[in-house]
């Protein structure tokens, strides 16, 4: 007995039919029309769209940073996904400085042991000493494919340019994929604690220690480098036009360079978020900063023309009035504790959040919330208002990302053999988003009464039903590591 999708509208990276499909066991295995129901559980998709569930390739969950530690773990972050349509993601493991890349792997490995659909991990590489440049290409028989750099957070993060130099040759060596954080952090550490000093430390200017310039002059830093060594690059959270011009040029000299945003970078501007009264521009702080409404147009034209590939969230929530709860005790009787352990003994408690920025915007936790609502507000936004057809929105938001990161056809279309994992599109569906409905872990989303049309209805991994309206039927444990394969496509 298979689950037959019947008298739906199939929506793939190229075609839109109307056909049904069968699933049996863990995948699609026939898609026609008018197929027999006997013996078959039958969905009525009438008046729906089936499309591939999305793939959100920039996730941070439960990841340590600015001082805490980011709310949406790998239990509540893949309900939300789920909830807003998307079936996998691939998270970023960090390489804890002095580690090995393996110790990184172990840690993300034991956060994923809850994981509620499918997931991938990157690799950070933070620290690249001899021995963990001979551990690089060890990554690929584990399945991970693609490893990440920083060219930001100076002290935190950030690696040099040789590092990224060297990590690239290694990495087309062998098959992987290169992603980088671009932003110049020498220059955002010298603009900091000037504006700091001169008692601007508000969120707004946060935007103003970090430039649309010194973006630009990275990701064109990058892309030669990528052109030099031959290794793929994939610029991550692309935000502004400099950027863009850059992955330009690199792809009309040859180079194989890629890039994403992210869909915050496409409705929220710095003047009338981060410049909200108070502290409230706090909720929107992330880098690169969210710019202006002619980035905005921008970004559209890229992912349409094919400039850009993808858009992901780069979900990384923090509580906007965290730090409640009696934490500073705890602390003190468990010494060598973590605020992750305390909650799961006292739900009631939020670990520290954006409050720890108050007086200076250097130490707001940088990242927001957006895994639920990327499909959505694309959709909304996308199809609906004319700027991408239904098929180029598939293509962006789950058969590109699944191409460039190993785990085509398996993930990323609706073709036979593939993985079931399938969205019910229910394009008439209009409601307004908020932070009273949302799934994610968070006080706060940025599209708070945005209205949007169509939703997803049901969402299937591997055949098995995850989301039924408003009913989760998904388990811990159910979501499967993606074993992601190398020498993938440059699109
Ligand atoms: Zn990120």
Known sequence: MG????????????????????????????????????????????GKYLMPGGIDVHTHLELPFGGTVSNDDFDTGHKAAAFGGTTAHIDFVIQPKGGSLHDGL?????????????????LAVTDLRPEVLDEIPSLVQEGVTSLKLFMAYKNVFQVDDATLFKTMEVAAKHGMIV??????????????????????TAPYDHYLSRPREIEGEATNRATVMSGMTGCPLYVVHVTCEPAVQAIQRGRAAGIPVMGESCTQYFFLTAKKHLGAPGFEGAKYICSPPIRTEHDHGVLWQAIRDGSLQHVSTDHCNFWFEGGKGPWQDWMQKYNGGNWVEYEAQDPSYRRPGKELGKGNFAKIPN??????????????????????????????????????????????????????????????????????????????????????????????????KLVDGEQWLGHNGGGQFIHRHPNAPVL
């Open 179 to 200: 992603m980088v954080h671009a932003e110049n952090g020498d220059v955002e550490a010298s603009l900091t604690p000037r504006l700091l000093a001169e008692g601007k």
């Open 367 to 464: 990242g927001m919330p957006g895994l639920e609502e990327r499909m959505m507000v694309m959709w909304e936004h996308g199809v609906n208002k004319g700027r991408l057809s239904p098929q180029k929105f598939v293509e962006l938001m789950c058969t590109n990302p699944a191409k460039i990161f190993g785990m085509y056809p398996k993930k990323g279309t609706l073709s036979v053999g593939a993985d079931a994992d399938i969205v019910v599109w229910d394009p008439n569906h209009k409601h307004v988003l908020s932070v009273e409905t949302t799934h994610m872990r968070t006080d706060y989303i940025v599209y708070e009464g945005m209205e949007v049309t169509g939703k997803p209805v049901k969402v299937y991994q591997r055949g098995i």
């Open 3 to 46: 689950t037959l999708f019947k008298n739906g509208t199939i929506i793939t990276a190229s075609d839109m039919v109307k056909a049904d499909m069968l699933v049996e066991g863990s995948t699609i295995s026939v898609i026609g029309r008018d197929i027999n129901p006997e013996g078959h559980e039958v969905v009525d998709c009438t």
């Open 106 to 122: 172990n840690t993300w490995r034991k956060k994923a042991s809850v994981a509620q659909i499918d997931y991938g991990f990157h």
